[in-house]
Every structure is written in C-alpha cells, then in structure tokens.
C-alpha cells in the first residue's frame, strides 16, 4: 500500500484538461497548475510523518506476526492496527468536509465524477467563469482501504482466536508468580 | 510490556516531531515558505526558500509572458465588411495552449456597437508561437471611425459579451475595455 501510495495519489481532481490538476493522499500530495509540479512544504511534512507512520506500522505488524502469543503481541498489535484505520477514515472525512465547504461557497467538486464547477462572479470581477472539474479516487486508494481492512481483521482474530491461546501465567506478573511458588 | 509500550509512544513522538522540526530548522530564515511554495515565492519576488535566488518553471512561464502582438495592418473587405487581423502569441508555458473559442462584440466610444470578432481554434505548443487570426465583420462606418483612430495612435475600442474557451475552462466577461493599445501594438 506504502509503496502504490508513493507512485498513486489516493484521490485526483483536474480542472479543464489538466489545466489544474490535484493529486491528493496522506502519502504525497503536489499540485499541477499549467503544467507545472508544486508542493506546499507543510503538507510535505504531513505526508512524511504518515510515511514513517505506516513504515513503523509495518515493521510492527510484522514483528507482531512473528511473536503474536507473547505477552507484549497485544501493544504491538495495537500500535499499527489503528493508523491505517484511521488515516483512510481522516482523509475521506477532510475530503467531505472539503467538498461541503466549497458547495457552501456556490463551487461544486465532484468527489468521483465529472460536473461543471462555476466560480461565482464576486470572486472574478464580473467574469463568469466555468470548468470541467472531475474528481476520482485512484487505485492506491482501494489499495488502502483494503490494508485497513485487513489490520481490523487482524485485530479481530487476535481477541478471538489468539487471545484465549496465550497463557495465563505468561500473562501475570512473573515476579508474584514466582514469590508464589517460593512460598509453597 | 511496559518497555515496548514507552518504546512504541517514543517511537510516535519521533515520528511526528522529526519532520515537524526539520521542516522548522529548515525554513527558520523563511517562515512563510512553510506555506508558500518556492515557486509563488518566485512569483512574489521573494527568492529562493532560503532566501537564494530560485526561477521554477511557473515562474518563468508567467515572467515569459507577452500579450498578443499584432502583426502587419488588418485586412478589410469593404464588399463583405469583413476583416481579419493576425496576432502572433507565443506560449509560455510547459504545456500546450489550445484556445477552443473566442468570440466578442466590438464597441466604439460610448459603447457604440462596431462589430462582431472571432477567432479559429488554435494549438499551441508550449514554447512555440502561434498565429491567432482575428476576425470578424465590421461596417464601414466603424472602419472609418477606426482608420482615423489608428491613424491618431489612439483607438477606442472595448469588445463586450467576451467568451472564450480554453482547455476545457469557459469564461465569459462581459466587457474589457480599452484594447486599442493591444490592437495597434502599442503600450
């Protein structure tokens, strides 16, 4: 999914023919206005914590993968099953958000789809100006919804299946378990 | 347990305070850069984003920027009332222009309606110039009153009910005035 996300923007939106175009994910975002590639540097940051998040994510979920009976499984699982979750559910909420906004403002974007967007005629000096805008969510963005699925899903069949599994001595604290014996 | 757990908070931590940072350090003599990309900073006047001179490509294209110049003397048949007058454009940007349509009403002082222009699709090839041929009817009247306004050096004409449309974007002014300097080459 990291690696699609690099290459793919999760969601794109083109104004004209590409005349503007916005390439949107929590992995990398630029934007192309006549042509030309632009990054605002704050959003470059973003996009690099959500990289470095996801990366440690997977190393988690792969060390967790390999040691999913011991007793410190459950808060590696519990580092990396989230974020995903969360960064898929954030970005089609900002995205919603996004796209309300610029309807309250008379601008409709499409989120998947074409329509003509028109920009009201305070914003241009009496110009009426009007575009074909449309809006689709690319490959990588499935791509990302299944990773999600599949951390919820290893979430789940760790409660279910792994957690009835693990000791319970290995569980408790082997200090007190150990004084208990003494004392026998 | 507990170990993994302080492990895996510092772990977030750094991961979020780490770009956070650097992108602070990096931008510490250009706060406004954090926001505003390079090339709008060029674009501004601004410089580099650590205060360097820098020319992105957008830049460029906008400093390369020329109106329309004419080209020769319109051409004008007084049977037809017809009329064409070509302009050479070059584009500069990094993609090609393509200019779907053009069409105003042409008004004189006062608003005294002239005529009608047009102009045939074009394609421009980014870097390269192009020949926008404008056309259109006018009546005689009008080219009479436009001869001795050119001939002065100063022609008043606006063009009304303005659209055009270009890659794919429609744009429809309802009037921009004082064009006699684009028309006669002048500043």
Known sequence: MLVISLFEPWWQLTIGQDFIRINASPIYTNFGLFGDQFTIPLIWALNLITILTFTACGLVMLIYSLVPTKPYAKQLLGFSWKKPLYTVVSFIVLLVVIVLVAGHFGVNIPLNGSATATIPGSWTSGATVSALVSGSFQLSFYFAIAGAALCLAARLYHGHILQPLIKPETIANPTASAATEGLS | ?187
């Not at chain 2, 410089?47 to 992105?56: A, K, M, P, R």
């Not at chain 2, 400093?63 to 064409?84: E, K, L, N, R, W």
């Not at chain 2, 404008?134 to 009910?161: C, H, K, R, V």
């Open chain 2, 1 to 187: 347990m507990d170990k993994v757990k302080i492990a895996l908070t510092i772990l977030s931590i750094a991961i979020v305070v780490a770009p956070i940072a650097g992108l602070a350090y990096v931008y510490r003599n250009n706060p406004i850069g954090i926001v505003l990309p390079p090339q709008f900073q060029d674009l501004l006047g601004g410089g580099g984003s650590n205060g360097s001179q820098s020319s992105s490509q957008l830049s460029q294209s906008i400093s390369h920027f020329q109106m329309p110049q004419a080209i020769g003397q319109p051409q004008y048949d007084s049977a037809t009332g017809a009329f064409s007058y070509p302009f050479n454009f070059t584009n500069p940007l990094t993609s090609q222009i393509s200019i779907n349509h053009f069409s105003a009403e042409v008004v004189g002082e006062n608003n005294t309606p002239l005529g009608d222009v047009s102009i045939q699709p074009i394609n421009i090839a980014p870097g390269a110039s192009g020949i926008i041929n404008a056309t259109g009817t006018l009546s005689q009247s009008a080219i009479n009153q436009l001869e001795a306004e050119y001939q002065s050096g100063n022609l008043n004409i606006s063009l009304e009910n303005v659209t055009v449309n270009f890659g794919g974007i429609n744009i429809q002014i309802p009037q921009i005035n004082n064009i006699g300097s684009l028309v006669t080459g002048g500043t």
